[in-house]
């Protein structure tokens, strides 16, 4: 069964508008937890704009399924995930000016960079995973680098409208059959929601979906216990039609 990952970040932005120590992002971890999410994901940004340093820190104490932290390669990120040890780290990229994840890393252009950091997360007993666009080249290069697992961006598929769905569902069914070819673990996520990820839960071959900003949405009306266990609902209908 298809693995979800909640991403925790945004119980975090809502709390930063305040500097408060409320809402918990580690809170609604343990509460997306309790309603059956496989692991949690959280992005230290090197601009603090939800997700702090702390929270990275304390969740790596209280998690009892699995931490996905995200973050990008710069030095003083990567020095962190090597002090706090998650169970996993996806390599994404970033840039201040950005409103959310644009895109996928170019791992092609920053082959070598990538490598290093893959190699000395692995050292410090770290899987790492890299969130790539499902681009052919990119999971190629992603391949040979060998770190063995890839996150597909899905951002263009969740906001494409009319035709663009099928060709953007076309375009992650192939990435992901080409990523198996090589081996590859392949997990998705970026813009998934209630309404759209049953055709991408369904694509053969993808074994975890990070999702969050929808979820955390939900969880502003119906709680985080239940936008979680209504996701896992959507998801498992999804597979067993
Ligand atoms: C990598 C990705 O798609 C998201 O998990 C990322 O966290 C998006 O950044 P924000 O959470 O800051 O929107
Ligand atoms: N890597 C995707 C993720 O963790 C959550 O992205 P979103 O659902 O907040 O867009």
Redesign the pocket.
């Known amino acids: 069964m298809i693995k979800l990952g909640v991403?925790i970040?945004?119980v975090a932005t809502i709390r930063q508008q305040r500097y408060t120590d409320y809402p918990d992002p580690i809170l609604a971890a343990l509460k997306a937890e309790d309603a059956g999410a496989d692991l949690i994901?959280l992005?230290l940004?090197e601009d603090r704009?939800?997700i702090q340093d702390s929270d990275v820190f304390t969740m790596r104490k209280m998690i009892r399924t699995r931490m996905n932290l995200?973050c990008s390669l710069s030095k003083n990120i990567i020095d962190i995930a090597c002090q706090v040890k998650p169970n996993d780290v996806?390599l994404?990229p970033e840039n201040r000016s950005e409103?959310?994840?644009e895109g996928g890393l170019d791992v092609i252009k920053y082959n070598s960079t990538i490598k290093d950091v893959a190699d000395r997360l692995s050292s410090n007993g770290i899987n790492v995973s890299i969130?790539i666009d499902p681009d052919i080249g990119q999971i190629e290069a992603a391949a040979k680098i060998g770190v063995g697992v890839i996150?597909i961006?899905t951002?263009k598929y969740s906001d494409a409208k009319f035709t663009e769905i099928n060709n953007e569902l076309f375009r992650i069914n192939e990435a992901v059959k080409f990523a198996k070819k090589y081996g590859l673990k392949v997990n998705a996520?970026?813009?998934l929601s209630y309404d759209n990820v049953a055709s991408i839960a369904t694509i053969e071959g993808i074994e975890e979906l990070?999702i969050?900003?929808s979820i955390i949405s939900r969880a502003l009306f119906d709680g985080i216990y239940n936008a979680v266990v209504i996701m896992k609902q959507v998801i498992f209908e999804a597979k067993a039609k």
Do not use: I, P, S
Request: aromatic fraction near 4%.
């Open positions: 991403n970040d945004h994901t992005h940004r704009r939800h995200e996806c994404v409103l959310t994840t969130f996150e961006h951002g996520g970026h813009g990070n969050g900003h």
